[in-house]
C-alpha cells in the first residue's frame, strides 16, 4: 500500500473533517504506516499526520497554534 500513497506525493486529496467540514491537502510525504498531509504544496501550513496501520491522526502547525512552540513530531526532519 505504502508504494501506491507514494505515488499520491504532490497532489490534492479530499478531507472530510469530524465535523462534516471538507478541504484539499497535499501529500507531502509517505513513511513507513504514515501519510503526512499539508495545507501547501511544499510542506508548509497545517499538517496533519494519518497512521495507515490504525485509525489516528493529529495536527500540527498552521495558524491557530503558529508560534506556539512545542514539541517537534518525531516524524519531522530535523533541521
Do not use: C
Amino acid at each position: 500500500m505504502e508504494e501506491e500513497l507514494k505515488k499520491l506525493i504532490g497532489q490534492q486529496v479530499p478531507i472530510k473533517t469530524k465535523t462534516g467540514g471538507r478541504f484539499l491537502d497535499y501529500v507531502i510525504a509517505v513513511n513507513p504506516g504514515v501519510l503526512i498531509l499539508g495545507t501547501n504544496a511544499d510542506g508548509s501550513g497545517r499538517r496533519t499526520v494519518l497512521s495507515v496501520d490504525s485509525i489516528e491522526s493529529f495536527t500540527v502547525g498552521g495558524p491557530a497554534n503558529a508560534g506556539a512552540g512545542g514539541a517537534t513530531p518525531n516524524w519531522m526532519p530535523k533541521s
